[in-house]
């Protein structure tokens, strides 16, 4: 993608994030959101930005921006992002209870939330 935009629009500054490979995608959505918000500040780019996240990424930016109070962000992308969750067990209904309940213990900690 980032060879396209820079093919397509010469002299544009394009960056290709690439962050939390293997076990790290399983880092709490805040704490991802927290690094992606450190990690672009770092860049120290003036002007307006677009946003392209992909599957997890896209999630991962568009809290970054809900939650970025001083962010020069003006577009966001999201390619193949589940804003609507996922149910990936096999043979239980979408609006499952006990899958809810199975995923919410296993995936959610209230303590590595407030990182």
Not at 40 to 67: C, D, K, V, W, Y
Not at 72 to 99: E, Q, W, Y
Request: hydrophobic share 40%; with cysteine.
């Amino acid at each position: 993608l980032v060879k396209r935009i820079e093919a397509d629009f010469p002299g544009i500054s394009t960056h290709a994030i690439r962050m939390f490979p293997d076990e790290e995608s399983l880092l709490p959505l805040k704490l991802q959101s927290k690094k992606l918000i450190e990690y672009i500040t770092n860049l120290n780019i003036e002007g307006p930005l677009t946003f392209i996240g992909h599957s997890m990424g896209a999630l991962t930016g568009r809290h970054a921006i809900q939650n970025w109070e001083q962010h020069n962000i003006t577009t966001f992308v999201s390619l193949a992002g589940p804003h609507m969750g996922v149910c990936a067990v096999k043979g239980l209904p979408r609006d499952s209870a006990a899958l809810n309940e199975t995923l919410s213990l296993a995936c959610y900690d209230p303590l590595t939330e407030e990182l």
